[in-house]
């Protein structure tokens, strides 16, 4: 296909594709003559993830370029794919997903760090779920804000009550693994992955508020008088 058909497809204009072009993010289509060249599906899906990378994620031309890379390098590794794309693995596989950075001083003296609150009861709950995760993840830092601020709070939600939402959560990662399934093609199948995980965010958070208000309805007494239901 012509840079034209690329872009309709896509919907990336021609003049950004040729930046992508000259920045080595998008490889050069099979010339044609000597201004002109053809582009292939490999071109397609290469361009969505950059838009989404890019548009969805925030990542500059330089981060997303790195990702890109590392994607078209890992050959097989489906689970490094994923967790490239959603951030929460390295880049290259010489990096320790296992680690959490080079030491502190504090830790280079021989003294431990101080564990950010919330961190152990994260590690907790993930125990408990048997989940396999690596330390560097981010959601488990955020898990560790939460559970202290329930914590500063008084609350009663422990890491214990947030079983049956991790719970929830595994079978809505189920149906996003299968969601990968079926695809051949590497970068396909980074697309697939930013599709089922970043861009469904939004709208499981959407389906999550609306059942929300249908079981509040159900519980606390109903709709208020003259109200209609949407259809």
């Known amino acids: 296909m012509k840079v034209s058909e690329l872009s309709r497809r896509t919907g990336v204009q021609v003049p950004l594709i040729k930046y992508y072009l000259r920045e080595g ?30 548009a969805t994620r925030g990542l500059s031309a330089a981060a997303t370029k790195e990702i890109l890379d590392a994607i078209t390098a890992e050959q097989e590794d489906l689970h490094q794919v994923f967790g490239i794309v959603l951030g929460v693995r390295p880049t290259t596989k010489e990096e320790d ?4 950075g ?8 021989g003294e431990s760090a101080p564990e950010p609150a919330g961190l152990a009861d994260a590690r907790r709950l993930i125990a408990e779920m048997g989940w396999d995760v690596s330390r560097g993840n981010p959601a488990a830092h955020t898990l560790a804000e939460v559970l202290a601020a329930l914590a500063d709070l008084g609350a009663d939600i422990d890491w214990r009550g947030l079983l049956p939402y991790a719970r929830l959560a595994d079978s809505i990662a189920d149906l996003d693994v299968q969601q990968m399934r079926g695809e051949r093609d590497l970068l396909a199948q980074a697309e697939r992955a930013v599709m089922v995980s970043i861009l469904l965010e939004p709208a ?7 059942a929300q208000e249908a079981k509040s309805a159900r ?9 209609a239901n949407p259809t």
């Open 97 to 100: 997903a296992d680690t959490e």
């Open 25 to 54: 993010m998008l490889p050069p289509g099979r010339a044609t003559a000597s201004n002109q060249a053809d582009y292939g599906e490999e071109h397609v899906h290469r361009l969505r993830l950059i838009r989404t990378l890019i």
């Open 102 to 109: 080079p030491p502190t001083e504090t830790e280079s003296a």
């Open 204 to 210: 499981l958070l959407a389906l999550r508020r609306l």
């Open 219 to 227: 519980h606390f007494g109903g709709s208020r008088p003259g109200e």
